[in-house]
């Protein structure tokens, strides 16, 4: 009797489930697993689509796809008109935008439709391009996996190294309507490869306005408390002669602790930043000769100072274009409410006259197997 009921039931259940009616093959969709958004020579905007090709009988194993369009939207309907198969969004992994497009203000409604379509990967990551997006979507490398993955992998990997900052989809959105803090994103470019050039920095309206390099970007990762990996810094040490050729003034550290301090507060008509970087090192290269053993002090001087320089670097040029890539304006909001409301709306220009003093404090902790 329960062997008939439980029969029953399964036959029950096998009537609502849902059907395969709607069923579609791999080999009659397209893809988007790369996404463009550029502007041509005459300024008209062209977006870009780069997805895989499943069919045995094509020698390419991508398709790349370029239409002028005022509106995404426009946009996946023209790729349809050419693509192999029916365009599908929900698998894009990279989003490539052009410098020349970031060099104008108010172009984030342009993805609007990516974040109000649930079936898109908020996870995608963001990338500004320097130079034409199409010398990117139409590089087919012959050493390297395909595209869309090789490109994910390569920003995956220097953000690791702490040569970039990462950027999802869902992290620019907040960093557009969040009022204490300004994007900043990978940027890279391609010669004959393609290659990170480091962080690219955008004001409160996305428009691109200046560029963080491999080692500025690691300072900055310091300054917004990101989980380090793999990182090393190189410093210059001002009382060695550099050579022509061979080097002999370059030392590297590897940072085994980072701890980073901001303390905000706010005195006659400007707010101050009071920053202290707390960093334990491990010696990694010396180039020249120099008895760390018994002159530590003065190196982790010169170390401090170097340090301190190239922290200003980033801030000079956070308050020179009014931009926050660093968050200080969400501890000016925690901390001094009263005086964040009045300046909430153009806290660029507040932060422009603000003080910032930061502190570096070292200590070499090893200096490897050999003196």
Wanted: charged share 25%; proline share 4%; with cysteine.
């Amino acid at each position: 009797m329960m062997r008939r009921v439980g029969m029953i039931v399964c036959m029950l259940a096998a009537l609502v489930l849902t059907g395969c009616s709607d069923r579609l093959n791999v080999e009659d969709l397209t893809l988007s697993l790369m996404l463009g958004i550029d502007l041509d020579k005459d300024n008209q905007l062209v977006y870009f689509l780069s997805s895989p090709v499943f069919n045995k009988e094509a020698a390419i194993k991508s398709e790349e796809i370029a239409v002028h369009s005022e509106t995404l939207y426009q946009a996946r309907s023209k790729f349809d008109l050419t693509s192999t198969g029916l365009t599908i969004g929900g698998k894009i992994q990279v989003l490539l935008l052009g410098k020349s497009l970031l060099q104008h203000e108010d172009w984030f409604p342009l993805i609007d439709i990516v974040y109000r379509n649930a079936k898109v990967a908020v996870n995608a990551r963001v990338v500004v391009v320097d130079g034409p997006v199409a010398d990117i979507i139409n590089f087919h490398p012959s050493d390297k996996p395909r595209l869309s993955l090789h490109i994910l992998k390569l920003i995956d990997t220097a953000d690791q190294r702490n040569i970039t900052l990462k950027t999802t989809l869902q992290e620019l959105h907040r960093q557009m309507f969040e009022k204490g803090v300004t994007p900043s994103m990978s940027e890279i470019k391609k010669e004959k490869a393609v290659e990170v050039m480091g962080t690219a920095l955008l004001n409160e309206r996305g428009k691109y306005v200046d560029k963080l390099m491999l080692q500025e970007s690691a300072l900055l990762k310091i300054l917004q408390h990101k989980e380090l990996d793999e990182m090393m810094f190189t410093i210059a040490i001002p009382e060695k002669d550099e050579l022509d050729v061979i080097p002999d003034n370059k030392l590297t550290l590897t940072p085994s602790t980072v701890k980073t301090l901001i303390k905000p507060s706010y005195s006659q008509g400007r707010f101050r930043f009071d920053i202290t970087v707390n960093i334990l090192y491990s010696l990694t290269e010396r180039l020249f000769p120099f008895n760390v053993k018994e002159e530590r002090p003065k190196l982790e001087r010169w170390i401090n100072e170097q340090m301190e320089q190239q922290f200003h670097s980033i801030f000079d040029k956070m308050q020179k274009h009014r931009i926050d890539p660093v968050g200080l304006g969400l501890y000016a909001r925690a901390y001094e409410y009263q005086h964040w409301k009045e300046v909430q709306d153009h806290w660029g220009d507040a932060l422009a006259d603000a003080v910032i003093n930061i502190k570096v404090k070292t200590e070499i902790k090893s200096m490897g197997p050999i003196k």
